[in-house]
């Protein structure tokens, strides 16, 4: 791979890239594309890849990895296009599949075809519930280009929106398109994209910096390392963007070290675009540098949170420090620092291209766009899915994710990952958006949801969620390092049968404090999932101290037959 000096030359690699795209799928070969994601490896992705390559051999049949593109429930994902045929998907295909997949026979296991029209017996893809409501601006390539390849990615558009910053539009236009979408941030706070960029654009110290906080620490949400394992061009594209429009002399890329595939083929993207010549100095002879960086956090959650995602970078204890100043001011080495979720920056490229007004027609008034969301709990079509902001909580588990599976009954969704109340029956047919579900307790925040059933009890879940923000706590500071320790303890009280009816108001008062007076976003709604359990499901805790039983009969105190005396 040659560095490309000019815009020229680019455009001429561009034009390959398309040809060499063209003739994959025109040509005389079937092309087989293996969906390999640390999801499907788990499930046997590389061995179906390998089941894949031995047979090819000596047959006109082109076999390639692709990124998982977000349905789990039916990986491993294979994708069969024969020369003059739409292309078919096969879902959950094991290595004793291939020889009949690859065969042409395998009629059990296709799900659908792409494109709009049945083939045979097999239905359109997006007329599954699973794709039928999702709109794929950011995972619109995940499962189609291969993430190691920078010729696929490019075929499908990467870095067009740069060759554009780089040479076409102003940086203050770059701002006006990002501003007029009305992005606001994916990783959990909804703070315009846009608004961010000026202010980093207009800090005068230099030099700058740009950082995509891809820590994703929270459990239950797994979108932006699959966004990483799909289509890590995207991200970069993203980050690359914002350093050229806010003056920014380096880029960072901070990803949580849990995700090793996620790390490998960003740190190959990033590679191979320095190769280009897309990363340096003089970036096709624009006049314009940009540098870069990966870094990758050790697993603390708090790692996440700006301020201390700063010190992380610079190679310092997470921790995170009183605000003002903000990041912008002042952020990595002191310096003005744009932050912005994976999520977020992996919009960018389609705003520039298609501009800021064709963004915000998508979603809802206040909250504009695609959101990403993943789902955990006893569903019947697990996965990540691109949705329209402001799609209805009922809509995404009943069809979207495909209800509950068969002897589970619906309790609860937890929504705002480990930072906010769960919500019940009656609050489905809100909107899925950065307002409607903080108005009833709970929290898109970064897209992550658990769906509960009847036999998980809401003692123990929020035992479970009080204990994570325990654990992930810095110590820093008083109210957050002792407050949840104290919850955490109490809550067992109650678990094992030797509560008292005075705990819930003592909760109560511990979680008004720790929420009052913590210092960082962690511990100011760590005790939110409790409080919002505690009223959603008040009964519930109620049975564990007055009567002495756990209603499910799935924690410590039992259904009544194991139980301690209890109350006060
Ligand atoms: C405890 C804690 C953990 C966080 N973890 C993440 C994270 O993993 N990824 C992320 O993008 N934002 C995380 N945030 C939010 C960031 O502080 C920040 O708002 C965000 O990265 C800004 O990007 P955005 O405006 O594009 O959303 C976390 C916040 C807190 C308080
Ligand atoms: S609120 Fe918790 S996580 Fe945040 S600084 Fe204080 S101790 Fe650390």
Same mark, same amino acid.
């Given at each position: 791979?040659?560095?490309?000096?000019?815009?020229?030359?680019?455009?001429?690699?561009?034009?390959?890239?398309?040809?060499?795209?063209?003739?994959?799928?025109?040509?005389?070969?079937?092309?087989?594309?293996?969906?390999?994601?640390?999801?499907?490896?788990?499930?046997?992705?590389?061995?179906?890849?390998?089941?894949?390559?031995?047979?090819?051999?000596?047959?006109?049949?082109?076999?390639?990895?692709?990124?998982?593109?977000?349905?789990?429930?039916?990986e491993v994902q294979v994708q069969v296009k024969r020369p003059g045929q739409p292309a078919v998907y096969y879902?959950?295909?094991?290595?004793?599949?291939?020889?009949?997949?690859?065969?042409?026979?395998?009629?059990?296991?296709?799900?659908?075809?792409?494109?709009?029209?049945?083939?045979?017996?097999?239905?359109?893809?997006?007329?599954?519930?699973?794709?039928?409501?999702?709109?794929?601006?950011?995972?619109?390539?995940?499962?189609?280009?291969?993430?190691?390849?920078?010729?696929?990615?490019?075929?499908?558009?990467?870095?067009?929106?740069?060759?554009?910053?780089?040479?076409?539009?102003?940086?203050?236009?770059?701002?006006?398109?990002?501003?007029?979408?009305?992005?606001?941030?994916?990783?959990?706070?909804?703070?315009?994209?846009?608004?961010?960029?000026?202010?980093?654009?207009?800090?005068?110290?230099?030099?700058?910096?740009?950082?995509?906080?891809?820590?994703?620490?929270?459990?239950?949400?797994?979108?932006?390392?699959?966004?990483?394992?799909?289509?890590?061009?995207?991200?970069?594209?993203?980050?690359?963007?914002?350093?050229?429009?806010?003056?920014?002399?380096?880029?960072?890329?901070?990803?949580?070290?849990?995700?090793?595939?996620?790390?490998?083929?960003?740190?190959?993207?990033?590679?191979?675009?320095?190769?280009? #010549?897309?990363?340096?100095?003089?970036?096709?002879?624009?006049?314009?540098?940009?540098?870069?960086?990966?870094?990758?956090?050790?697993?603390?959650?708090?790692?996440?949170?700006?301020?201390?995602?700063?010190?992380?970078?610079?190679?310092?204890?997470?921790?995170?420090?009183?605000?003002?100043?903000?990041?912008?001011?002042?952020?990595?080495?002191?310096?003005?620092?744009?932050?912005?979720?994976?999520?977020?920056?992996?919009?960018?490229?389609?705003?520039?291209?298609?501009?800021?007004?064709?963004?915000?027609?998508?979603?809802?008034?206040?909250?504009?766009?695609?959101?990403?969301?993943?789902?955990?709990?006893?569903?019947?079509?697990?996965?990540?899915?691109?949705?329209?902001?402001?799609?209805?909580?009922?809509?995404?588990?009943?069809?979207?994710?495909?209800?509950?599976?068969?002897?589970?009954?619906?309790?609860?969704?937890?929504?705002?990952?480990?930072?906010?109340?769960?919500?019940?029956?009656?609050?489905?047919?809100?909107?899925?958006?950065?307002?409607?579900?903080?108005?009833?307790?709970?929290?898109?925040?970064?897209?992550?949801?658990?769906?509960?059933?009847?036999?998980?009890?809401?003692?123990?879940?929020?035992?479970?969620?009080?204990?994570?923000?325990?654990?992930?706590?810095?110590?820093?500071?008083?109210?957050c390092a002792k407050g949840n320790p104290a919850l955490v303890e109490i809550l067992d009280r109650i678990r094992? #049968?030797?509560?008292?009816?005075?705990?819930?108001?003592?909760?109560?008062?511990?979680?008004?404090?720790?929420?009052?007076?913590?210092?960082?976003?962690? #511990?100011?709604?760590?005790?939110?999932?409790?409080?919002?359990?505690?009223?959603?499901?008040?009964?519930?805790?109620?049975?564990?101290?007055?009567?002495?039983?756990?209603?499910?009969?799935?924690?410590?105190?039992?259904?009544?037959?194991?139980?301690?005396?209890?109350?006060?």
């Open positions: 791979m040659q560095r490309l000096t000019s815009r020229a030359e680019f455009e001429q690699f561009q034009s390959d890239a398309n040809n060499r795209w063209d003739r994959l799928w025109q040509g005389e070969a079937t092309v087989v594309s293996v969906g390999v994601g640390s999801s499907s490896i788990a499930k046997g992705a590389l061995d179906v890849l390998a089941a894949c390559e031995r047979y090819a051999q000596g047959q006109q049949l082109v076999v390639r990895k692709v990124g998982v593109d977000g349905a789990d429930w039916m879902g959950n295909v094991e290595v004793a599949d291939v020889p009949q997949l690859l065969g042409g026979s395998l009629q059990a296991k296709a799900i659908g075809v792409e494109g709009d029209k049945p083939f045979g017996s097999i239905p359109p893809l997006i007329s599954h519930p699973f794709y039928k409501y999702q709109h794929r601006i950011v995972l619109a390539d995940t499962g189609i280009i291969d993430p190691d390849s920078i010729e696929d990615a490019i075929a499908r558009g990467a870095y067009s929106a740069y060759l554009k910053v780089l040479f076409d539009i102003p940086a203050e236009d770059a701002i006006a398109e990002m501003t007029a979408a009305v992005l606001r941030g994916r990783g959990g706070a909804g703070f315009p994209a846009g608004v961010k960029w000026e202010s980093g654009r207009k800090a005068r110290v230099t030099p700058k910096f740009v950082v995509c906080n891809s820590h994703e620490g929270e459990p239950n949400v797994y979108k932006d390392r699959r966004i990483h394992e799909g289509d890590p061009h995207r991200i970069l594209e993203g980050i690359l963007i914002a350093c050229i429009v806010v003056g920014a002399e380096r880029g960072y890329n901070y990803i949580g070290g849990e995700y090793p595939l996620a790390i490998e083929r960003f740190r190959k993207a990033v590679a191979d675009a320095e190769r280009l #010549g897309l990363i340096g100095k003089n970036v096709l002879g624009s006049g314009k540098d940009v540098a870069f960086r990966v870094r990758t956090g050790g697993g603390a959650y708090i790692c996440g949170e700006g301020s201390a995602l700063m010190y992380s970078v610079m190679g310092l204890r997470g921790q995170p420090r009183t605000k003002p100043p903000r990041s912008v001011e002042e952020g990595i080495w002191k310096r003005p620092t744009v932050a912005n979720n994976t999520e977020t920056l992996a919009n960018v490229r389609d705003i520039i291209n298609k501009g800021g007004a064709w963004y915000k027609q998508i979603g809802t008034e206040g909250s504009s766009g695609t959101k990403l969301m993943t789902v955990q709990g006893p569903l019947t079509t697990l996965g990540l899915v691109e949705v329209p902001m402001g799609i209805t909580l009922r809509t995404l588990i009943e069809e979207v994710w495909g209800g509950m599976r068969d002897g589970y009954r619906f309790k609860g969704i937890q929504t705002g990952g480990v930072s906010a109340g769960p919500l019940r029956d009656d609050h489905l047919d809100l909107p899925v958006d950065f307002d409607s579900l903080t108005d009833v307790g709970g929290m898109l925040g970064s897209g992550g949801f658990v769906v509960f059933d009847e036999n998980v009890c809401s003692v123990d879940f929020a035992r479970y969620l009080t204990a994570f923000n325990r654990y992930e706590s810095c110590s820093k500071c008083v109210p094992f #049968g030797r509560g008292s009816k005075s705990d819930l108001a003592l909760m109560e008062r511990t979680s008004k404090h720790i929420i009052e007076l913590s210092l960082c976003g962690l #511990g100011q709604v760590a005790p939110m999932p409790l409080l919002g359990m505690m009223q959603m499901y008040e009964d519930e805790f109620r049975a564990h101290i007055v009567d002495g039983i756990c209603p499910t009969g799935t924690c410590p105190i039992g259904a009544g037959d194991t139980a301690i005396a209890a109350g006060d």
